[in-house]
């Protein structure tokens, strides 16, 4: 596709069901990224990912999140035992290559997590 | 660690008038400076971006210059349209390592007719 496709856009979800994310990011970039937006803040960094190695997950807010992007490309974020905190918009965003001073990253329209 | 702070919103201004969103920030070394713009229903794009200092970057109208002595990136237009209504963030990533961008809060504008 043209630009990064997440899926799916709205999600609710009861306390303690565990939720799945899906990104599709342009193809041929290297780069992957999760980040969390929570109402009224600016986008928060969760994970990274270099083809399939997931080089960076210190924002990951807890052992509930888990992020995996087996070939490269498609990347799946899952939110084990949902918490009402974990209400928030979640963007994935790509770029050609990761590490290039000042480069462009790309980012999807978002999938909106709400935790009754 | 890394940090940028950008003006509260909202910010409502009438059609031709300036515009100006503060920004300022907090790093190590040398980061990259941007501005990303998310309108109504869309993903979150790239306006402008400036890698040094005293770069300035621009598009669409809009201008920013990376102030190192004053740690700020302030976004300007001169004249702002209806369809420039949107949230706008500022953020920064590391020189080193990958791109992992830090953000601002966001600063809404509404521009009315």
């Known amino acids: 596709g043209a630009g990064v496709s997440q899926s799916p856009r709205y999600k609710v979800a009861k306390r303690g069901q565990d939720v799945a994310l899906r990104c599709d990011p342009i193809?041929?970039?290297?780069?992957l990224f999760w980040y969390q937006q929570a109402l009224g803040q600016g986008p928060e960094f969760l994970t990274y990912f270099q083809n399939e190695a997931q080089l960076d997950k210190s924002g990951l807010p807890s052992d509930r999140f888990f992020a995996e992007r087996p070939e490269g490309s498609v990347s799946t974020l899952k939110i084990q035992r949902t918490q009402q905190e974990d209400s928030a918009v979640y963007l994935c965003?790509?770029?050609?290559?990761?590490?290039?001073?000042?480069?462009?990253?790309?980012f999807g329209e978002g999938s909106r997590l709400t935790v009754l | 660690g890394d940090s940028v702070t950008q003006m509260e919103g909202p910010v409502t201004l009438s059609e031709e008038a300036f515009l100006t969103i503060n920004c300022t920030y907090t790093?190590?070394?040398?980061?990259?400076l941007f501005w990303y713009v998310q309108y109504p229903g869309e993903g979150l794009q790239l306006l402008l971006k400036a890698t040094k200092a005293d770069d300035k970057g621009s598009n669409k109208g809009f201008e920013a210059t990376y102030r190192k002595e004053t740690t700020s990136f302030h976004l300007e237009k001169g004249s702002v349209q209806v369809s420039d209504s949107a949230v706008y963030f500022c953020?920064?990533?590391?020189?080193?390592?990958?791109?992992?961008?830090?953000f601002g809060t966001g600063t809404r504008l509404l521009v009315s007719p």
């Open positions: 965003a790509s770029s050609l290559e990761g590490t290039v001073r000042g480069g462009e990253l790309f």
């Open positions: 193809s041929g970039h290297v780069s």
């Open positions: 790093a190590t070394g040398y980061p990259s």
């Open positions: 953020a920064l990533s590391a020189n080193t390592g990958f791109q992992k961008l830090v």
